[in-house]
């Protein structure tokens, strides 16, 4: 009886620093969604200061790095040097890493590793081959490790990861992988999160594929027999989930069945539904402007 007092007792000393925390982040993510990515910054480095919990400290940090990115995007689209966006997404990157050091949160390493992405980008591919185990190794952590399978973000980044490293002997590039992995993004998209990129992102890829609606619906079905017998990890198993729900699986976002359609016809209808998403969405960033005129413009060049 004494123990459970104790317990409540401490409880009720805890409440107020936990609702004050909650207040902490989502202060910081209601600037960084409405686009005030140096006001959160701000903010959070105020808020850091002020924190002597391992926990906050991770929770503050790894939201610095995922508004340091924004910045870096902001300033890429702005012209900015290689050197500054170096820069930028190297300290997006050292924030993440403090939040790792400090507590064991997956956003850190989904932050660390979408940032070094950013840095790569900007390198180029070729240049930055040595990054691209390290990211590998991030989601490693968060998906196999830490059981985290429903982070839009980490399944967006290892998509691009895989589209945009060369493939085998020189690295572990696979478009099929991309796809699958980009795939599971779509399926994880949070309802009050707008994330037409990702599928901008599929679209792009199924283009870039280009199998005819027969050859594709062997392949899916080959895909599904691989998901379903796989042992590996888990990680390496959503390499073949295009295939999770089979070749008859109709895509909410489509009126037919993958079977009953070609890669870019799917890419065309992933696009336009994009398009659509993004005009009945209440608020947009600078980013999803740039988001969307890049997604008219590849309709405009595939003829649409």
């Keep these: 009886m004494r123990n459970s007092i104790k317990i409540v ?9 936990l609702f004050a925390n909650q207040a902490v982040y989502e202060k910081a993510d209601s600037l960084y969604w409405t686009d005030k990515y140096e006001e959160a910054v701000s903010y959070l480095k105020g808020e850091l200061s002020n924190t002597t919990d ?11 790095g995922r508004a340091t990115l924004a910045i870096g995007d902001e300033l890429k689209d702005e012209g ?15 924030f993440a890493e403090q939040s790792i050091e400090s507590f064991p949160l997956a956003m850190g ?19 930055s081959l040595s990054k691209a185990k390290p990211m590998r190794d991030d989601f490693t952590v968060v998906i196999d490790q830490m059981r985290v399978t429903d982070n839009t973000i980490s399944w967006y980044v290892l998509g691009q990861l895989y589209y945009k490293l060369p493939g085998w ?4 590039g696979d478009l099929n ?14 309802s009050e ?54 070749s008859s699986a109709i895509p909410f976002y489509s009126p037919v069945a993958l079977d009953k359609m070609s890669d870019r016809q799917e890419a065309v209808m992933l696009l336009k539904y994009a398009q659509a998403k993004y005009n009945i969405w209440p608020f947009h960033s600078r980013a999803d402007i740039r988001t969307f005129d890049a997604i008219g413009d590849m309709l405009k060049q595939w003829g649409f």
């Design 54 to 64: 391992n926990k906050v400290k991770a929770e503050i940090l790894w939201r610095l």
């Design 169 to 172: 002997p020189i690295s572990f």
């Design 9 to 17: 007792f401490v409880l009720i000393l805890l409440t107020p620093f």
């Design 80 to 94: 900015a040097s290689n050197e500054t966006l170096f820069a930028t997404f190297e300290e997006g990157q050292a």
């Design 193 to 246: 999160n707008l994330y037409h990129g990702h599928f901008k992102a599929l679209a792009e890829m199924l283009y870039k594929r280009d199998y005819n609606a027969k050859k594709r619906s062997t392949f899916i079905a080959t895909q599904e027999k691989e998901w379903n017998k796989s042992k590996q990890s888990i990680l390496d198993q959503h390499a073949y989930y295009e295939g999770a729900k089979g």
């Design 177 to 190: 992988t991309a796809i699958s992995y980009t795939r599971k993004a779509i399926d994880t998209i949070p």
């Design 109 to 127: 390493h989904v932050y660390r590793a979408s940032n070094i992405g950013r840095w790569g980008e900007t390198k180029g591919p070729l240049n």
